[in-house]
């Protein structure tokens, strides 16, 4: 995030502060018959003898995912939960499956001193303005026919200290682990490490009233889960460094998220969500993808990176406005630019990339990967159940849910190439995609059907319908 430290907003509405998460968007309980009718898709059950083969993707898994876990309302083809009245859809706002503030984690001494460092920016910039302003206009002149006669030697001045940062920034280039993209890495591991289990103290002392116990239902799907995950992406040798523990929160907030220490936190109204265990899958793969790819540590280094050259700008800012009103004007558009042309496209090229490398780590699981792409089509027909308004997509840090599960559709081939190369079980019935798609045709045509001609508004949000159990 383009804070000192980022402001999480969870989905049920809390604010709360974090180094390592952000905030996803807000997000309101979604459990329903008719939504739920909508997201009924095929539970190919994932079995454990997913064989290891030749392909470099593919390791044995001891722990079966196909199980169905009644307690966690996740359905399986041909049903759906005998508690979901026809009229019950409460529907979402928004759902991100990570925080929609990336966080910007910095060494704990930057997050100290960056406010120092814009401070020091506005006061040399107004000592500046005011020491100009303080001149006689003969002494003005000499000095501009001083800048003019050494124009150059000022250029020289300035050319030197871009290359300076020019060599930085290339002399502090990686290559991300698994993709092999290229980016700016100034804060190692180590530093994270250390904020990560700061966060995690933090997170331990406010939910530990909250926490389920071991031998919870909840608590041994998502330990199954995340550790079928691991299992299967073995071979990578960031997911095997890592400890995954587990930890699931009972709070009606759909939220989860992976510190870069492997913690990771789930709430059960996330379970309570998604409409079968391969849409877990991917959220999770989605999630420890983050932590695998360190990309707390990339948004935090090219925050820093940014910030450091807008002290530049900034000092100029105050130095140039002739008021100190003109100047806070032109501060908040200098960071709203920095905001809108570089952090939040930035933290929206680490969402997707995560989809990327999460729909991976699903496919080597054995998982049915076309589910993640239902997961956002469902998103998609909430908020537009509810009435929701869309924004734009650069206005957020994610991509629109309708980019997203179009994104998730391009990689799907190669993911099922990925899941085949393993030998996993063949995907028995429909597709989901077809099936969300059919069953959303469905619900629109019987709710057209049940308007009275003299209607001319109905709830949306609550349409009586009775549903085929196909």
Same mark, same amino acid.
């Given at each position: 995030?383009?804070?000192d430290?980022?402001?999480?907003?969870? &989905?049920?509405?809390?604010?709360?502060?974090?180094?390592?998460?952000?905030?996803?968007?807000?997000?309101?309980?979604f459990?329903?018959?008719?939504?739920?009718?909508?997201l009924?898709?095929?539970?190919?059950e994932?079995?454990?003898?997913?064989?290891?083969?030749?392909?470099?993707?593919?390791?044995?898994?001891?722990?079966?995912?196909?199980?169905k876990?009644?307690? &966690?309302?996740i +359905?399986?083809?041909?049903?759906?939960? !005998? !508690?979901?009245?026809?009229?019950?859809?409460?529907i979402?706002?928004?759902? $991100?499956?990570?925080?929609?503030?990336?966080?910007?984690?910095?060494?704990?001494?930057?997050?100290?001193?960056?406010?120092?460092?814009?401070?020091f920016?506005?006061i040399?910039?107004?000592?500046?303005?005011n020491?100009?302003?303080?001149?006689? %206009?003969?002494?003005?002149?000499?000095?501009?026919?001083?800048?003019?006669k050494?124009?150059?030697?000022?250029?020289?001045?300035?050319?030197?200290?871009?290359?300076?940062?020019?060599?930085?920034? *290339?002399?502090?280039?990686?290559?991300? %682990?698994?993709?092999?993209?290229?980016?700016?890495?100034v804060?190692?591991?180590?530093? @994270?490490?250390?904020?990560?289990?700061?966060?995690?103290d933090?997170?331990?002392?406010?939910?530990?009233?909250?926490?389920?116990?071991?031998?919870?239902?909840?608590?041994?799907?998502?330990?199954?889960?995340v550790?079928?995950?691991?299992?299967?992406?073995?071979?990578?040798?960031?997911?095997?460094?890592l400890?995954?523990?587990?930890h699931?929160?009972?709070?009606?907030?759909?939220?989860?998220?992976?510190?870069?220490?492997?913690?990771? @936190?789930?709430?059960?109204?996330?379970?309570?969500a998604v409409?079968?265990? $391969?849409?877990?899958?991917?959220?999770?793969?989605?999630?420890?993808?983050?932590?695998?790819?360190?990309?707390?540590?990339?948004?935090?280094?090219?925050?820093?990176?940014?910030? *450091?050259?807008?002290?530049?700008?900034?000092?100029?800012?105050?130095?140039?406005? =002739?008021?100190?009103?003109?100047a806070?004007?032109?501060q908040?558009?200098?960071?709203? /630019?920095?905001?809108?042309? @570089?952090?939040? =496209?930035?933290?929206?090229?680490?969402?997707?990339?995560?989809?990327?490398?999460g /729909?991976?780590?699903?496919?080597?699981?054995?998982?049915?990967?076309?589910?993640?792409?239902?997961?956002?089509?469902?998103?998609? /027909?909430?908020?537009?159940?509810?009435?929701?308004?869309?924004?734009?997509?650069?206005? +957020?840090? $994610?991509?629109s849910?309708?980019?997203?599960?179009e994104?998730?559709?391009?990689?799907? %081939?190669?993911? /099922?190439?990925?899941?085949?190369?393993?030998?996993?079980?063949?995907?028995?019935?429909?597709? %989901?995609?077809l099936?969300?798609k059919?069953?959303?045709?469905?619900?629109?045509?019987?709710?057209?059907?049940?308007?009275?001609?003299?209607s001319?508004?109905?709830?949306? +949000?609550?349409?009586k319908?009775? @549903?085929?159990?196909?």
């Amino acid at each position: 995030c383009t804070q000192d430290r980022c402001q999480r907003l969870d &989905l049920s509405g809390n604010t709360r502060k974090c180094f390592l998460t952000g905030s996803p968007d807000s997000y309101r309980n979604f459990i329903g018959k008719g939504l739920r009718f909508l997201l009924n898709v095929p539970n190919t059950e994932v079995y454990r003898n997913a064989h290891h083969s030749s392909g470099r993707f593919c390791f044995q898994s001891s722990q079966p995912l196909g199980e169905k876990i009644t307690s &966690l309302q996740i +359905s399986s083809v041909g049903q759906l939960p !005998h !508690h979901f009245s026809a009229c019950n859809i409460q529907i979402i706002r928004s759902f $991100h499956t990570s925080p929609s503030f990336q966080a910007a984690p910095v060494p704990l001494f930057w997050i100290i001193v960056k406010p120092a460092q814009k401070l020091f920016a506005i006061i040399l910039g107004r000592s500046i303005r005011n020491w100009w302003k303080a001149l006689p %206009p003969n002494k003005q002149e000499l000095f501009k026919e001083s800048a003019r006669k050494n124009k150059w030697k000022i250029l020289l001045g300035v050319s030197s200290l871009g290359v300076l940062f020019v060599v930085f920034y *290339f002399t502090h280039l990686e290559e991300t %682990p698994i993709t092999g993209r290229t980016r700016l890495l100034v804060f190692g591991k180590g530093h @994270f490490r250390e904020l990560s289990q700061m966060e995690y103290d933090m997170w331990m002392e406010e939910f530990k009233s909250k926490m389920l116990p071991e031998t919870d239902a909840r608590y041994q799907v998502v330990e199954r889960v995340v550790g079928h995950l691991s299992e299967s992406n073995k071979d990578i040798p960031q997911v095997s460094a890592l400890k995954w523990v587990i930890h699931v929160v009972d709070e009606p907030g759909v939220n989860a998220f992976v510190l870069p220490n492997g913690q990771v @936190f789930v709430f059960t109204g996330l379970l309570n969500a998604v409409s079968d265990i $391969h849409q877990l899958s991917f959220i999770l793969g989605h999630e420890i993808a983050h932590a695998v790819l360190e990309h707390a540590a990339e948004k935090a280094s090219l925050v820093h990176f940014l910030d *450091f050259l807008s002290l530049i700008f900034l000092a100029m800012i105050w130095a140039i406005c =002739p008021r100190d009103s003109l100047a806070v004007v032109g501060q908040w558009i200098q960071s709203k /630019l920095q905001e809108f042309m @570089f952090d939040r =496209p930035y933290s929206r090229t680490l969402e997707a990339e995560a989809d990327k490398v999460g /729909l991976q780590f699903a496919a080597k699981a054995c998982v049915d990967v076309r589910a993640s792409s239902v997961f956002w089509q469902q998103m998609e /027909l909430a908020e537009t159940i509810q009435g929701q308004p869309k924004l734009p997509e650069w206005l +957020s840090t $994610h991509p629109s849910h309708e980019n997203r599960a179009e994104h998730l559709d391009r990689l799907i %081939p190669e993911a /099922l190439k990925i899941r085949d190369s393993c030998n996993c079980p063949s995907l028995s019935g429909p597709d %989901p995609r077809l099936i969300f798609k059919l069953n959303m045709q469905h619900l629109l045509e019987s709710s057209k059907d049940q308007e009275t001609p003299n209607s001319t508004k109905r709830d949306l +949000s609550k349409p009586k319908l009775d @549903f085929p159990h196909t």
